[in-house]
Nanobody, 118 residues
């Protein structure tokens, strides 16, 4: 299993932007799909976005389509989540995960808090 470490969370006003990073302990290029999940306060964890190992496919939750993008820097074994036009409903702990596909994850990070409020 990979070790995953998220960073970049924090507080932002509605309409603002944040970029989260997920650094992996090992080689991810063409091996691992990487996704982002979030758990809002008092709610269950939900899938946000995922990029396949080949980078040919990206899956989005409807709630973030057009606002969030995912990208990979395979040379750094890092995946980024760019979040724009943030809304209070985006407030959550954000987790990155890695696995054999966007439907099968077996490595998880510890999470990073994102708070969107005025």
């Amino acid at each position: 299993q990979l070790q995953l470490v998220e960073s970049g969370g924090g507080w932002v006003q509605p309409g603002g932007s944040l970029r989260l990073s997920c650094a992996a302990s090992g080689f991810i290029s063409n091996v691992y799909a990487v996704g982002w999940f979030r758990q809002p306060p008092g709610r269950e964890r939900e899938a946000v976005i995922c990029i396949s190992s080949s980078e040919r496919n990206t899956h989005y939750a409807d709630s973030v389509r057009g606002r969030f993008t995912i990208s990979r820097d395979n040379a750094k074994n890092t995946v980024y989540l760019q979040m724009n036009s943030l809304e209070p409903e985006d407030t959550a702990v954000y987790y990155c995960a890695a696995g054999q596909s966007c439907f099968n994850f077996d490595s998880w990070g510890q999470g990073t808090q994102v708070t969107v409020s005025s």
